[in-house]
């Protein structure tokens, strides 16, 4: 059996069995994610990029893969750690099985782990930077890996926009009667954002992130998509700075996810700061401030708004998380401009907040 090593910075040493990908090693921060399912949509989700994945639920690999759940055009998460990878795929969508998925991909994984007791370090010590590999006797080159490990970048102070972003603009179509043209600002896109959009009616002008003002602008779009992403938001200064002048222009109601909130935050002059451990997992409860409802939602975020950085802002909060009081919603006091920190597409994940795509779709018809 081959064996594999996780080494974090603070020279933490974890050994399990080795899948996928072999004589192989991969660098990153470590984070864990609390969901139940939908292991293949966050290793294909790009807001993962650079982040070796620990998934908490024990049994993975149980219901295989299926080509129609990936989130983006490849793998974006750097490694996988799982408790028990299962041999068995039950389900009539599978197509091939996590193994398999992860050897199409080159991407090394770990299992045999205690995920959860590693789970309780990284909530005590907080995310921090690591080692994933399958290299042959990896835990005796330990010393050697562990000073690789401290070469590499923290998250902070990374603009990872550019890494995952298309490298072109392209479109996406209405499904039936088109009601409205959107451009979507691609900062780590996840493709179950664009087929709710074109469901709801929306031809879709998808564009690099680093796109300009004027560009975006000469589509003349009915309204604006701010996509989920990796990386530290207030390193993307270019991102921020076009987003600024998209909200004077103020020619379309836009709507940010995830990243996208974070981005519109800071075009607003709000201030982000980095979670100590962050928000993953599909299982998340936050408060609707409006309506006064609770919802389950899916996270994936490492960086958050700074509360009192609001302060004097156009900005209200709308949405609240119920584990830590951290912001998952603002708007805009008289603009039709709106975010939230979570993933209202669910992929994965539960679909109760769906209306968001409604409100926006509402915006819209409203502004035309």
């Not at 982000?272 to 993953?280: E, M, P």
């Not at 998340?284 to 401030?289: E, F, I, M, Q, S």
């Not at 900005?315 to 708007?331: A, K, P, Q």
Request: with cysteine.
């Amino acid at each position: 059996m081959n064996r594999a090593c996780l080494i974090l910075e603070d020279g933490k040493q974890f050994e399990g069995k080795a899948l996928g990908k072999l004589e192989n090693k991969t660098f990153g921060e470590i984070v864990f994610n609390t969901g139940i399912t939908g292991y293949q949509e966050i290793l294909t989700d790009p807001s993962y990029a650079k982040q070796v994945v620990t998934l908490t639920y024990p049994e993975i690999g149980n219901y295989g893969t299926c080509a129609q759940d990936n989130q983006s055009r490849r793998v974006f998460a750097s490694g996988l750690v799982i408790k028990n990878n299962s041999m068995v795929e039950s389900s009539w969508r599978n197509q091939e099985s996590l193994q398999e998925f992860l050897l199409k991909h080159n991407l090394s994984a770990i299992a045999s782990i205690d995920t959860r007791s590693l789970t309780r370090y990284i909530r005590s010590k907080g995310t921090m930077r690591c080692v994933l590999s399958t290299e042959e006797d990896c835990m005796k080159k330990a010393s050697e890996l562990l000073k690789e490990v401290l070469e590499q970048p923290t998250m902070d102070g990374q603009d990872l926009t550019g890494f995952v972003t298309t490298k072109q603009k392209y479109s996406q179509k209405a499904i039936g009667r088109a009601i409205g043209k959107v451009a979507v600002l691609d900062y780590g896109l996840k493709q179950n954002m664009l087929d709710i959009l074109s469901a709801l009616g929306f031809d879709l002008e998808v564009f690099p992130a680093t796109t300009s003002f004027d560009e975006i602008a000469s589509l003349k779009p009915d309204g604006i998509f701010l996509s989920n992403g990796p990386g530290d938001p207030d390193a993307s200064k270019e991102v921020v700075e076009t987003v600024k002048n998209l909200i004077e222009a103020d020619s379309a109601p836009i709507f940010g996810v995830c990243l996208g909130h974070q981005i519109l935050a800071l075009a607003l002059g709000a201030k982000t700061y980095k979670l100590k451990f962050g928000h993953r997992g599909s299982n998340h409860p936050v408060k609707d401030l409006t309506s006064g409802k609770v919802m389950i939602t899916s996270q994936n975020h490492g960086f958050a708004v700074q509360e009192d950085s609001l302060k004097n802002k156009p900005i209200r909060v709308t949405h609240i998380s119920l584990n830590d009081s951290t912001i998952e919603g603002i708007e805009h006091t008289s603009k039709n401009i709106f975010s939230v920190q979570f993933h209202p597409e669910a992929c994965p994940g539960p679909r109760e907040t769906s209306y968001l795509f409604e409100k926006f779709t509402k915006k819209v018809l409203e502004k035309k």
